[in-house]
Structure formats: C-alpha cells, structure tokens
C-alpha cells in the first residue's frame, strides 16, 4: 500500500486501486492477449503492446482491436492494410440511424465531405429504400458518366471479370439543370 493512500496499491506483481473493478497496471510480459493495463476483477479484459509501436484492446484474453504503426485500425486482423480494416466471418458493419428524407442511414464521402454513395433505408415519403450514386462536377456536360454500377465475379480461371453493369449518362442540360439517362 502507498502512504497515506487508500485507492492505490502494490500488490504482488501489479500497482492496482482497492476498488473491486478498478483499474490494475499488471508488471507482466505484454502481448496481443495479455493485457497490462486491466482492471482487477476481469484481468483478460484492457489493453496492451501487441508489438512494437503497436497497440492492442483486449476483451476476454482475445484481441478485439489493433492499432499499428501508421495508425491503421484492425477490427478482427492483427495487420490492418486501410485505415478501417474490418474481417469477419459474419456480418462485418452494420451502419443504422433514423434515415428518410435527404438523410442517409450510411454515407461514403471523399476528403472534402462530398457523399459518393449514399444509402437511405427509408425514405421520409414512404418509398422505401434509396441508393444514391451522386456526381459532383463544378462543370456537368453532356455525354458525362455521373455514376456507374458494375456487376463483376471471377471468371472460370480465377480473374475478376465484369458481367454487366449500369451506367447514368447526362443527356441534356439547360441553365444548371440536366436531365439524364441510364
């Protein structure tokens, strides 16, 4: 126990708080699965160094999250290749909110906040579900592409190959609106 101290404690082989699901920092060989920064009720749950310059959150002895290096996130793989590296075996991401009317429940934006693809799951006039492909271009003209779905699988020897797709095309465009077609 520390002077005087009667939330911080030396027990052993860690520095821990009296408090029954307080914070606990173990002096123990760290690793993915061996979290050193735990709480005393639940050791295999916290964090830890999974490598070097990388960090590691821990629930149930399992490692649930990596940051590596370059600040890449891994959900489900100790080697996260984007920013947001999701693996799964089930359903990786579910995204959900209220959405309707011009809101989406899931956006897919570019650095500058420009929505790429958007997905509405209900929309607020009762139409049902919305996939938006949005173009945005200071200059539309005519015979411009603003958006492209593609159809697309592995071929017989293994190649990605593309089977069809759909393809919105601006045909006409008269004092800042333009009409299209697919």
Known sequence: RIE?????????????????????MRNEVPSSTNPVFTFNNDVD??????????????????????????????????????????????????VSGTGGGTYGVMRVVDTADTTALEVVGQ???????????????????V????????FEGNDDGGARSPYAYIRGRIRGKSAGAESGSL
């Open 4 to 24: 005087n101290s009667t939330k911080f404690m030396v027990d052993g082989n860690h520095f821990r708080s009296d408090q029954t699901n307080g914070a606990s």
């Open 45 to 94: 749950t916290g964090m830890s160094r999974a490598a070097a310059d990388e960090l590691s959150l821990i629930t149930a002895g399992t490692e649930a999250i990596r940051i590596d290096s370059s600040q890449k996130v891994g959900i489900g793989t100790t080697s996260p290749a984007r920013k947001l590296d999701v693996n799964s075996t089930s359903t990786a991401v579910v």
């Open 123 to 141: 929309r607020s006039d009762g139409e049902g579900a919305l996939m938006r492909l949005k173009h945005e271009s200071a200059s539309p003209d």
């Open 143 to 150: 015979g411009d592409y603003v958006g492209t779905i593609s």
